[in-house]
Structures are given as C-alpha cells and as structure tokens.
C-alpha cells in the first residue's frame, strides 16, 4: 500500500552560513528548522540529525551534505538549505551547501524520496559549484521547489 503525500516546506537560508564545523552547523540548523516546524521539536530534531550523523556522514559529494531528521509527530516533511561561502567541516571533505531534511519519524519513505530528489536537482542543474553557490536564495528556492514539485512532492 501506498502511503499518501505529505505537505511539504522548503526555506532557503538567506544569509550566508558561517558555522565551520559540522556540529555547530547541526545544532543551528536544528534551531532554524524548529522555529519552522515548532519550537518544542528542537531538540528531538538535533538529537535524531546527531545519531544519524554518527551511524555516516551524510556529505554526498560535490559540497553538498544532507543531514536529516526523523522525528516522531510532525504533520510533513520540511527542508532548509543553507549555503557557507567558506565551507564546514564534515568528515573527509568541506561541505558548502547543506540541504537539512526534516520528516516524520514513521515515514523512511519520504525521508528516502526527499534525498533521492535533492540530488536528481544537483545533478540536473549542470552548475558548477561556484554557480551553485552564486545562485540567489529566491532562485535557489524556486528552482529547488520547481523540481520537487514536478517529481515527487505536491508543494504549496
């Protein structure tokens, strides 16, 4: 049986992103995306991107890390992308864009589909990192939420 889509939220981080190490880059992105989802979910959101990142890290190449969340009780899915013009510490390389993933907890599902269509996006943009990371929030968003919405995801 199929599970039914979830609403989705994408953020885009308009400010450049100047934590330099992964950690202090996932306990502000857990703050950032609780004040999205909810304020009592910050912690639950920190805690569950921590224990993933310990099982691997989720840099997926290119300058590009996917830290997520699955946390028990949302209402849908949420993702936050920031961009750091000088790069964070994740282990083995230097992450520039991290696109931070939340979902319910009882739905692997949508945590699975979400990766798998960030990196469709990454590959069938064609930029170069630099033109990646030049990309304005408002385009990045658009562009990111144009993608999603016609593959996988009914967006708002």
């Not at 931070?100 to 699975?112: G, K, Q, S, T």
């Not at 979400?114 to 658009?142: A, K, N, Y």
Request: hydrophobic share 45%.
């Amino acid at each position: 049986m199929t599970e039914p889509p979830l609403p989705l939220s994408l953020h885009v981080v308009t400010e450049d992103f100047s934590p330099r190490l992964r950690e202090d880059a996932l306990r502000a992105l857990a703050g950032q995306m609780a004040a999205i989802i909810g304020a009592d979910q910050e912690e639950a959101i920190l805690r569950s991107a921590q224990e993933r990142e310990e099982l691997e890290p989720t840099y997926i190449g290119r300058g590009v890390a996917v830290p997520h969340a699955r946390v028990a009780g949302l209402p849908g899915a949420s993702i936050l992308v920031a961009k750091s013009s000088r790069g964070i510490a994740w282990p083995e390389e230097t992450a520039q864009l991290i696109v931070f993933l939340a979902v319910p907890e009882d739905r692997p599902d949508v945590y699975l589909q979400l990766l798998g269509g960030v990196m469709r996006w990454r590959h069938r943009l064609g930029l170069t990192q630099e033109q990646l990371l030049s990309m304005s929030p408002t385009d990045m968003e658009e562009s990111l939420r144009r993608f999603l919405q016609l593959s996988i995801f009914p967006l708002p």
